[in-house]
Antibody, heavy 117, light 109 residues
């Protein structure tokens, strides 16, 4: 069974750093792109970027380029999304999802990030 | 990079059919048959219900169907049921970009 399990909710202060994770299982982790999707409170889905764990090739949405870093450790089948300096506007639910060619076919349960002073 | 355009809300009575539109450009929706649709219930992760314009993943009821004409894709729900009340998002894929629509809230009256 394909599963993506994300790390737990985080509460951070503005300016702090953060790295959240997404662990894949039940399939060959290195053979599928993993994407990250933001959903701000009460708002829609926004594509942030994707990574191919096999060679760490990464593509970012222009809206998120330079704002976040996407990485992966194929040895432990885990993808990451990280911030070096959080802002209040980063408060959102973040989902990872497996990209099967053109579609996100499996999704993680989401990680809620709250940034507040 | 503009999002795809969807109506904010659509409603219908049980048993009726509704259609949600998703308008893009010739560079995304119109240029490729890589349109997907996702259903999201409150507090839940999105779920894939249509991919490559018309295809349904295993387990998705056949009352959900997709189509495309020009730069506009559509999701039709036939025989609307109470459990179909949710948010629906379209998405387009190209090798360099993925876009989502703004989402449509479906209300079952």
């Amino acid at each position: 069974e394909v599963q993506l399990v994300q790390s737990g909710a985080e509460v951070k202060k503005p300016g702090e750093s953060l790295k959240i994770s997404c662990k894949g299982s039940g399939y060959s982790f290195t053979n599928y792109w993993i994407g990250w999707v933001r959903q701000m409170p009460g708002k829609g889905l926004e594509w942030m970027g994707i990574i191919y764990p096999g060679d760490s090739d990464t593509k970012y949405s222009p809206s998120f380029q330079g704002q976040v870093t996407i990485s992966a450790d194929k040895s432990i089948s885990t993808a990451y999304l990280q911030w070096s300096s959080l802002k209040a506007s980063d408060t959102a639910m973040y989902y990872c999802a497996r990209l099967d060619y053109s579609k996100f076919d499996y999704w993680g349960q989401g990680t809620l990030v709250t940034v507040s002073s | 990079q503009s999002a795809l355009t969807q109506p904010a809300s659509v409603s219908g009575s049980p048993g009726q059919s509704i259609t949600i539109s998703c308008t893009g450009t010739s560079s995304d929706v119109g240029g490729y048959n890589y349109v997907s649709w996702y259903q999201q219930h409150p507090g839940k992760a999105p779920k894939l219900i249509i991919y490559e314009v018309t295809n349904r993943p295993s387990g998705v009821p056949d009352r959900f169907s997709g189509s495309k004409s020009g730069n506009t894709a559509s999701l039709t729900i036939s025989g609307l049921q109470a459990e179909d009340e949710a948010d629906y998002y379209c998405s387009s894929y190209t090798s360099s970009s993925i876009k989502f629509g703004g989402g449509t809230k479906v209300t079952v009256l």
